[in-house]
């Protein structure tokens, strides 16, 4: 009886090599710094975010409008110290802002680099309408 189909070159099943596969594309992700993410979105967004993600740029567009909306604490020192007790990196434009003005005596003192003293006025005119309330 001769078996019909493609001829077996791998010893283990269909699910076993699909399984295999998943795990050594994963390991190849995280090595090269790759992480899945869900996100729960509506329909028509997501649709547009599956789109958009294929276009040329798209990574660099997502990268401006994430610096618009957080900030990265570890990149401004004064930030830092105002935020000694939280444990994410991140931290959202507005509650930046608003450590910023709920602290300011200290941020005076401190001695604020000029790129920090540029955040805090993108910060004050992005979500502060322009008033920095200290």
Known sequence: ???????????LPRDEQLRAAKRAERARLASEGVRAVTLQLPEQLAEQLRVARHAQGFAAALEQLLGRLVVRIPD??????????????YIPAEEALALYERNWRFVQDAGVSPDEQMLIDRL???????????
């Open 76 to 89: 401004y020192p004064v930030l830092k110290e105002l935020a000694w007790s939280r444990v994410d990196e």
């Open 124 to 134: 004050t005119q992005q979500c502060g309408g322009g008033v920095l309330n200290v």
């Open 1 to 11: 009886m001769t078996r019909r189909g493609r001829p077996r070159t791998n010893p």
